[in-house]
Nanobody, 125 residues
Framework: QVQLAESGGGLVQTGGSLRLSCAFS????????MAWFRQAPGKEREFVAA????????DYTDSVKGRFTISRDNAKNTVYLQLNMLKPEDTAVYSC??????????????????WGQGTQVTVSS
């Protein structure tokens, strides 16, 4: 059974940075494409970024392009999300997700079978 555990969230001022981590366990990490989603209060969960199983292909939602970077360390079974130039509208619970697939990254929530509990990111103005 796959387990995902996020860490790295916190409170930061506008313009600040954070690095989120998602530790993967239970299966072969290199067989899974990974993604980050976020959910703000009163809003639906939305796609943020995704990476293929190898890390060679990535995808981002338009609002975070140039500010956020997704990466993975297959030796450490961990996927990261570097958040730079944070804005108050980035405030949300950030969750990582996993899908066993050798295809490219996907933005679709229903494609992901495993989800972490999430980590809170709060950006103050």
């Amino acid at each position: 059974q796959v387990q995902l555990a996020e860490s790295g969230g916190g409170l930061v001022q506008t313009g600040g940075s954070l690095r989120l981590s998602c530790a993967f366990s239970g299966r072969a990490f290199t067989s899974y494409r990974m993604a980050w989603f976020r959910q703000a209060p009163g809003k639906e969960r939305e796609f943020v970024a995704a990476t293929s199983y190898s890390g060679k292909t990535t995808d981002y939602t338009d609002s975070v392009k140039g500010r956020f970077t997704i990466s993975r360390d297959n030796a450490k079974n961990t996927v990261y999300l570097q958040l730079n130039m944070l804005k108050p509208e980035d405030t949300a619970v950030y969750s990582c997700a996993a899908d066993q697939s050798f295809r490219g990254p996907t933005r679709e929530r229903h494609d992901y079978d495993y989800w972490g509990q999430g980590t809170q990111v709060t950006v103050s103005s």
